[in-house]
Nanobody
Framework: QVQLAESGGRLVQAGDSLKLSCVVS????????VGWFRQPPGKEREFVAS????????YYADSVKGRFTIARDNAKNTVYLQMDSLRPEDTAVYYC?????????????????WGQGTQVTVSS
């Protein structure tokens, strides 16, 4: 059974940093691409960042480029999202998703497995 478990979301102030974690089980993690998506209140789910199975290729949404960093630790079956210089518009439920093809596409339809999400709230 494939499971993805996000953690690390909480209430922070603008300008703060936060690190989210996504633990993946039930898949061969080292050959799995992983993406982070977010859903702001009242809006559709949107791409944030993704990482290929190798870790050598990453993608970022323009809105987070230069502020967020995605990384993976294959020994821990975990992908991280380091978020710096947070803004109120980063407030959202953050989801991680697994792509068993390994590519870590920025496209939502490329992911077969999703976590339950973790809430990030950035106050001004």
């Amino acid at each position: 059974q494939v499971q993805l478990a996000e953690s690390g979301g909480r209430l922070v102030q603008a300008g703060d940093s936060l690190k989210l974690s996504c633990v993946v089980s039930g898949l061969t993690f080292r050959s799995t691409g992983v993406g982070w998506f977010r859903q702001p209140p009242g809006k559709e789910r949107e791409f944030v960042a993704s990482i290929w199975w190798s870790g050598r290729t990453t993608y970022y949404a323009d809105s987070v480029k230069g502020r967020f960093t995605i990384a993976r630790d294959n020994a821990k079956n975990t992908v991280y999202l380091q978020m710096d210089s947070l803004r109120p518009e980063d407030t959202a439920v953050y989801y991680c998703a697994a792509d068993s093809t390994g590519r870590g596409t920025p496209k939502r339809e490329g992911y077969s497995y999703w976590g339950q999400g973790t809430q990030v709230t950035v106050s001004s």
